[in-house]
T-cell receptor, first 112, second 113 residues
Framework: GQQLNQSPQSMFIQEGEDVSMNCTSS?????WLWYKQEPGEGPVLLIA?????ELTSNGRLTAQFGITRKDSFLNISASIPSDVGIYFC????????????FGTGTSLTVIP | NAGVTQTPKFQVLKTGQSMTLQCAQD?????MYWYRQDPGMGLRLIYY???????DKGEVPNGYNVSRLNKREFSLRLESAAPSQTSVYFC????????????FGDGTRLSIL
């Protein structure tokens, strides 16, 4: 199956710090997605990206669709305790319908 | 405003038993999905339904069947449960630009002994 490498695997940061995580694939994607999951809940879609170079923000979150189309980045500015959770990237090959592949997640802990 | 509702929330089965996981969405979405989530792995697509009356296999369909009963409901059936199917199962729906899974249920935690 598709290989999606997400890094880092976990992060422990102080409240107020900025966070950066990324995801790389072995093949070109035409869509990149970022989700957040909290314990006992389903993932929540944060940002969707549809073309190379696209930069999209959602509040303090900013994500970019890499120029090579094989990577994507998620940045969180001025982290707060409620940012705690697991962040997943996901992507889709061209011409594969609704099949999205997920990364293994970045676990974020924010220390007040 | 329920969104995506999954039942049951928890289930324990014995190997060889069958069961159906239910999913319903009240947002009039066309696309629906079933994923499984295992420790240390990303979500993996089992089946999806792009619209009422259609279903397609995802990455890990073996051992499962699905039914898109109507636009609201998309069920997942395990005919003969195996320990390897112990997982958390998520249903999702979408009406987004790229048909990406937008709204997820809270999951069904299934253990097979």
């Amino acid at each position: 199956g598709q290989q999606l490498n997400q890094s880092p695997q976990s992060m422990f940061i102080q409240e107020g710090e900025d966070v950066s995580m990324n995801c790389t694939s072995s093949s070109i994607f035409n869509t990149w997605l970022w989700y957040k999951q909290e314990p006992g809940e389903g993932p929540v879609l944060l940002i969707a990206l549809y073309k190379a170079g696209e930069l999209t923000s959602n509040g303090r979150l900013t994500a970019q669709f890499g120029i090579t189309r094989k990577d994507s980045f998620l940045n969180i500015s001025a982290s707060i305790p409620s940012d705690v959770g697991i962040y997943f990237c996901a992507g889709r090959y061209p011409n594969t319908g609704n099949q999205f592949y997920f990364g293994t997640g970045t676990s974020l802990t924010v220390i007040p | 405003n329920a969104g995506v509702t999954q039942t049951p929330k928890f289930q324990v089965l014995k190997t060889g038993q069958s069961m159906t996981l239910q999913c319903a969405q009240d947002m009039n979405h066309n696309s629906m999905y079933w994923y499984r989530q295992d420790p240390g792995m990303g979500l993996r697509l089992i089946y999806y339904s792009a619209s009422e009356g259609t279903t397609d296999k995802g990455e890990v369909p073996n051992g499962y069947n699905v039914s898109r009963l109507n636009k609201r409901e998309f069920s997942l059936r395990l005919e003969s449960a195996a320990p390897s199917q112990t997982s958390v199962y998520f249903c999702a729906s979408s009406e987004a630009q790229g048909n990406q899974p937008q709204h997820f249920g809270d999951g069904t935690r299934l253990s097979i002994l």
